[in-house]
């Protein structure tokens, strides 16, 4: 880590900040334009400074996107983290709705794995029985009457 003009901390440069975060310098604008991170000194040749502590927002900022999260919700999760420290209650409020939000997804694809299941089936079907009759078109490409 290089130190700022100041002298008083020590810092890193963008470039350094997205290896060792692995994520894009764009990446990083981009968070620090949707105000997920404080704003950063910069040095006189206008280089955005970087201190470990941003790097670890950084960091958390990934992971919880990585969990699903919105930017807004990171955004939610983050102002708890630096503003309260009582802030578990509303922690796991945000977690309880990230679940049920997951749980009702995973609910969705069960039924579109089980649908799509049912029309390989028919496709299956077909080709099996095809040498048998005369070829249709596939069933899965007439089948639909709009009730699906």
Same mark, same amino acid.
């Given at each position: 880590?290089?130190?700022?003009?100041?002298?008083?901390?020590?810092?890193?440069?963008?470039?350094?900040?997205?290896?060792?975060?692995?994520?894009?310098?764009?990446?990083?604008?981009?968070?620090?334009?949707?105000?997920?991170?404080?704003?950063?000194?910069?040095?006189?040749?206008?280089?955005?400074?970087?201190?470990?502590?941003?790097?670890?927002?950084?960091?958390?900022?990934?992971?919880?996107?990585?969990?699903?999260?919105?930017?807004?919700?990171?955004?939610? @999760?983050?102002?708890? =983290?630096?503003?309260? #420290?009582?802030?578990? &209650?509303?922690?796991?409020? %945000?977690?309880? +709705?990230? @679940?049920?939000?997951? =749980?009702?997804?995973? #609910?969705?694809?069960? &039924?579109?794995?089980?649908? %799509?299941?049912? +029309?390989?089936?028919?496709?299956?079907?077909?080709?099996?029985?095809?040498?048998?009759?005369?070829?249709?078109?596939?069933?899965?490409?007439?089948?639909?009457?709009?009730?699906?």
């Amino acid at each position: 880590m290089r130190h700022s003009s100041s002298g008083a901390r020590s810092t890193i440069q963008i470039g350094e900040a997205a290896q060792k975060t692995e994520l894009t310098i764009d990446t990083i604008r981009f968070y620090e334009r949707r105000a997920l991170l404080p704003a950063v000194p910069r040095t006189t040749g206008q280089f955005r400074l970087y201190t470990a502590a941003d790097v670890t927002r950084l960091n958390f900022i990934k992971q919880m996107q990585g969990l699903g999260f919105s930017l807004q919700q990171i955004k939610q @999760l983050l102002d708890l =983290r630096d503003r309260s #420290r009582y802030a578990c &209650k509303d922690v796991r409020n %945000l977690l309880k +709705d990230k @679940l049920t939000e997951i =749980r009702r997804k995973i #609910r969705e694809l069960q &039924k579109l794995e089980s649908e %799509l299941a049912v +029309d390989l089936r028919k496709c299956n079907w077909e080709l099996k029985h095809r040498h048998s009759r005369a070829p249709r078109q596939c069933p899965m490409l007439t089948g639909f009457d709009g009730g699906k």
